[in-house]
């Protein structure tokens, strides 16, 4: 039932539950300036408190403007009663994957296992245990800069993600990479291009963008083209041939430590095929490494971010000097 109440009854421990949106917030204060809180905030009974759930902009621009009494709703006498109906509404409150991964993980601390959790919610076990892996996955330091509205969650789960998965990039990777572009206000597309460079590019955009130059290195992005238009067949070959190259190399880098590998049978073979690689990485380098001179002669109005440096000698880039 809808009442009024007094701001300072609302118990706000669960604020860094949920997404701030600057942007949206800003927009919201003039509306509520104009027109007050139309839509009641929503929380649990805790005694004779209140828990706030869901309406914390809200709260935070009836602050603003001095607002002392709020309208709200109760979704449950208890928290665990309150969150079950808060995320059976998700739809409708529009919580993101991370905001449902903490809250379920809020029901198991409140003693409910991921069976009763999933029966509760009508939704599978594995829809349940996907959002508790999630917090598993992402790291304290980064759950809050999402959170917090400085790091966009999709480009996490739709770019950063797939790096850890396919590309062998460690927790700790992520969160420097979270950590050297967030608050930037970058488009998810000038993330994309960043987390290229940066989990697939030389360590010297590596360390350009940990050393705060990602506009350079965007700038410098921007004038290179992102495709083969233009090219020939046999360069668009090629240049296929070059990116599966770089995959397959930093895949290999990262299996070959496996304490996996056991077997005889596999350490014979292996030990022929390495051979034969070995045999070849000279001239392997040395084709290469022409080939770069070459596109780097060839390029006209491209030129390269500061503190770039040219591989030499073992073909790892030098640190930029910004």
Known sequence: MREEIELAELDVRYENYRMKNPAFEKRLLASIAQRGIEQALEGAAAGEGKILLNGFKRRRCALHLGIRR???????????????????????????????????????????????????????????????????????????????GRFP???????????????????????????????????????EQLAYGYFRGPRSLREMIQNGHAGEVLAWMRQVPQDAEGCSEWERILLRDLELVQKYM??????????????????????????????????????????????????????????????????????PQP
């Open 70 to 148: 709020v309208p709200y709703v109760s979704l449950g006498e208890d928290q665990a009663g309150a969150i079950l109906n808060l995320l059976r509404l998700c739809n409708q409150s529009a919580l993101s994957l991370l905001e449902q991964a903490r809250f379920i993980d809020q029901l198991r601390q409140l003693k409910m296992s991921v069976a009763d959790i999933a029966e509760q919610l009508s939704r599978s076990k594995s829809w349940v245990s996907m959002r508790l892996g999630l917090l598993e996955e992402i790291s304290p330091r980064v759950q809050e800069e999402i959170l917090a």
């Open 153 to 191: 969650v999709y480009p996490y789960m739709y770019i950063l993600r797939p790096f850890m998965r396919l590309n062998r990039a460690s927790q700790q990777e992520v969160e420097e990479f979270v950590l050297a572009v967030s608050g930037q206000r970058l488009s998810v597309r000038e993330i």
């Open 250 to 319: 930093q895949r290999v880098m990262g299996k070959s430590l496996s304490p996996k590998l056991q077997s005889p049978a596999f350490f014979a073979q292996a030990h022929l095929v390495t051979a034969g690689l070995l045999s070849r990485h000279r001239a392997f380098f040395h084709s290469v490494r022409g080939l770069h001179d070459r596109s780097g002669q060839a390029q006209s109005g491209v030129s390269a971010p500061p503190g770039w440096h040219e591989p030499r000698g073992d073909y790892s880039p030098s640190p």
